[in-house]
């Protein structure tokens, strides 16, 4: 159905993608699948078993139960798991049930005993978060907001908060000029202008092209 993909795009999000193993895209051409399973396995802290709705009777080509396959590589991690005492998580998708001990190999039926977790369809980003929430206290605190936020969404929000102590600074002037008695100075005087010196850009807070002349009196 596409859920541990999806689910392990969405962990990505949340831990990066050093953090997370998915088996079908990590083990690398040529190497032996069930070492690289095993050592997997073996420096986890926790496992995902995602459980579909066809998940205890899905068949091989020759159509035996793949479970019942001692070398099934679905057989062969979550066994490794629990033989290790890893947190192993059942995670139900698409409705399914959780499987019944006596359906399940021998070596398997205790994952019957843990207690299992369903992503729905219709509340999936909601479901994700908890289940990303439970994890933290095993894997490590997710990535900080503003590391998964791109660049160019956190410079609106910068140009804001410099608009605003803009406003704040001059809010600030009109004030503490508006408290002082006026007193008339001298006129202005003329200032020569030898050199005028033009510069193109932005404004402090990077939005809007501007000119600046500067002019240099003597």
């Not at 990066?16 to 050592?39: H, K, M, Q, W, Y």
């Not at 398997?108 to 977790?117: D, G, N």
């Not at 609106?156 to 600030?172: D, F, N």
Request: charged share 25%; with cysteine.
């Amino acid at each position: 159905r596409g859920d541990a993909g999806r689910l392990t795009d969405d962990l990505k999000k949340f831990f990066g993608s050093n953090r997370t193993f998915r088996d079908i895209e990590t083990i690398e051409p040529g190497v032996d699948f069930v070492e690289a399973l095993n050592r997997a396995v073996s420096q986890c802290p926790v496992l995902l078993a995602i459980i579909g709705p066809n998940w205890l009777s899905a068949k091989d080509s020759e159509g035996r139960r793949r479970l019942d396959d001692v070398n099934d590589f679905i057989r062969l991690e979550i066994g490794t798991a629990l033989r290790r005492n890893i947190r192993v998580i059942p995670v139900l998708v698409g409705g399914a049930a959780m499987p019944k001990a006596e359906e399940l190999p021998a070596d398997l039926q205790t994952l019957a005993r843990r207690q299992a977790y369903e992503l729905s369809d219709r509340r999936w980003e909601f479901d994700v978060d908890h289940l990303v929430e439970s994890l933290e206290p095993i894997v490590g605190p997710r990535k900080k907001d503003s590391e998964k936020v791109p660049w160019w969404k956190q410079k609106k929000k910068i140009g804001w908060v410099a608009a605003a102590a803009v406003v704040g600074l001059i809010a600030s002037i009109y004030e503490n000029e508006s408290q002082q008695p006026f007193q008339p100075g001298p006129p202005p005087q003329p200032v020569p202008v030898v050199n005028r010196l033009n510069y193109a850009g932005f404004d402090a807070i990077g939005r809007y092209p501007t000119i600046v002349q500067v002019y240099s009196p003597g």
